[in-house]
């Protein structure tokens, strides 16, 4: 797949009025509209036989959402704040492409996986409005996120290692082993079962991937939840997400460290955008431990010795 060779605009703020949902989620209802127009996703994005290829010099930002019942709302806070992502994000990394797709229950659901196309600008929400919120997932605490994690294992091409990033945005865990069925019907190809944590690890060898983790209602559940995850990629990669509206500042942070800014200069940048004290003080301290970590390996590599790493530069490419 190639990427797209134009930026359409951005939609800067909905003319719309916004509501709040059970989940305490803020959202426009001119996104709430748009997100629930579709009963099934454009077939652009069913990824069975599909591979993806990035070019060299390319950094591409796979944000995957969870599209059960519980967290459906959410694609529409990332519909509202796309303009804030793509100018935050080319901000930090220069050239980039946005990859959204969406995970179900392959146990049950229609369309358990969709991919939308690597896109820049306004066509983001062009390539987002392709999917389908299908609302269901399964019957207990579990998505699959790991066949999702497959898919972006082996079907996607990448020339230089750990340039790109994966962004889960997730409430619940995943099966505790990739079913060779379910890549047959939803992938495609033969493939060998394989446990969950070996292909998130693999997956970690080949991109920058992280969990924003909302909670899950139940308490008990949510730290076992967490727990899994933090198995599979790292307790520094599990980001756990106190108010659902500030999923783009949790990203963009990750982003911004991995760039070179530290979390003080990342802090001054939601300052400059207008965030409140509050959500500036969840954000930072969400990702204290991981801009330590990021500091601790930046000082390591030998191109932090010889001085290559700018911090007053939030467009520095990773």
Request: proline letters at 3%; charged letters at 30%.
């Amino acid at each position: 797949m190639s990427s797209f060779d134009h930026e359409e605009p951005v939609r800067r703020s909905s003319s719309h009025p916004f509501t709040k949902d059970s989940g305490a989620r803020e959202f426009s209802l001119e996104s709430q509209a748009e997100m629930s127009e579709r009963s099934e996703p454009d077939k652009s994005v069913i990824p069975k036989n599909r591979v993806i290829k990035v070019e060299v010099g390319e950094v591409v930002v796979f944000i995957i959402i969870d599209y059960t019942g519980s967290m459906g709302g959410d694609s529409c806070i990332l519909r509202d704040k796309e303009a804030l992502l793509w100018d935050q994000l080319r901000n930090y990394l220069g050239s980039l492409l946005v990859c959204m797709g969406g995970v179900g229950d392959a146990h049950g659901d229609r369309y358990p996986l969709q991919l939308a196309g690597l896109a820049r600008g306004g066509a983001i929400k062009d390539e987002l409005l392709k999917t389908f919120v299908e609302g269901k997932g399964g019957s207990g605490w579990r998505e699959s996120y790991e066949l999702m994690a497959y898919y972006l294992l082996n079907n996607i091409e990448v020339a230089e290692a750990k340039k790109s990033f994966v962004f889960f945005f997730a409430d619940e865990g995943y099966y505790d082993e990739v079913s060779v069925s379910q890549v047959r019907k939803f992938i495609g190809g033969e493939a060998k079962a394989i446990d969950s944590i070996e292909v998130f690890r693999k997956l970690s060898e080949k991109f920058n991937v992280y969990l924003i983790h909302r909670r899950y209602a139940d308490s008990d559940a949510d730290t076992m939840i967490v727990d899994l995850w933090s198995a599979a990629i790292g307790d520094d990669h599990v980001l756990r997400l106190q108010t659902p509206n500030a999923v783009v500042d949790y990203l963009l942070g990750v982003v911004a460290l991995h760039s070179g800014r530290t979390l003080a200069e990342y802090d001054e940048d939601m300052k400059k955008r207008g965030q409140t004290e509050e959500r500036r003080t969840e954000v930072r301290l969400a990702l204290e431990n991981l801009s330590k970590v990021l500091v601790f390996e930046q000082a390591r590599a030998p191109s932090a010795e010889k001085g290559a790493i700018d911090r007053s530069s939030p467009g520095q490419r990773l």
